[in-house]
Nanobody, 124 residues
Framework: QVQLVESGGGLVQAGGSLRLSCVGSGRTFSNDRVAWFRQAPGKEREFVAAISWSGYSTHYADSVKGRFTTSRDNAKSTVYLQMNSLKLEDTAVYHC?????????????????WGQGTQVTVSP
């Protein structure tokens, strides 16, 4: 079992920045691929970013490429999502998830463990 807890969400103006954290506990977290997904009101959950267990490989959705950066500190069992130049359409609940596979495998069914999510709201 892996338990995931996200934090760092909040209300920010368009153009601003937030950094989300995902802390893992339970069985070894540092050997897992970790991804970020988000779900906006009335929309399906979508892939945002992923990072390999080593942190050397990352993959981003086109909608966030160049604005968001994911990183990890395995000593702290923590994965981060740095979000810059936020837009109104970035408003969503952001979840981290853990599962086997490569960073380009974005099928949600491949992720066995999910956090409860943290709300990000971008205002005009």
């Amino acid at each position: 079992q892996v338990q995931l807890v996200e934090s760092g969400g909040g209300l920010v103006q368009a153009g601003g920045s937030l950094r989300l954290s995902c802390v893992g506990s339970g069985r070894t977290f540092s050997n897992d691929r970790v991804a970020w997904f988000r779900q906006a009101p009335g929309k399906e959950r979508e892939f945002v970013a992923a990072i390999s267990w080593s942190g050397y490989s990352t993959h981003y959705a086109d909608s966030v490429k160049g604005r968001f950066t994911t990183s990890r500190d395995n000593a702290k069992s923590t994965v981060y999502l740095q979000m810059n130049s936020l837009k109104l359409e970035d408003t969503a609940v952001y979840h981290c998830a853990v599962g086997p596979g490569g960073v380009r495998d974005t099928d949600q069914g491949d992720f066995a463990y999910w956090g409860q999510g943290t709300q990000v709201t971008v205002s005009p």
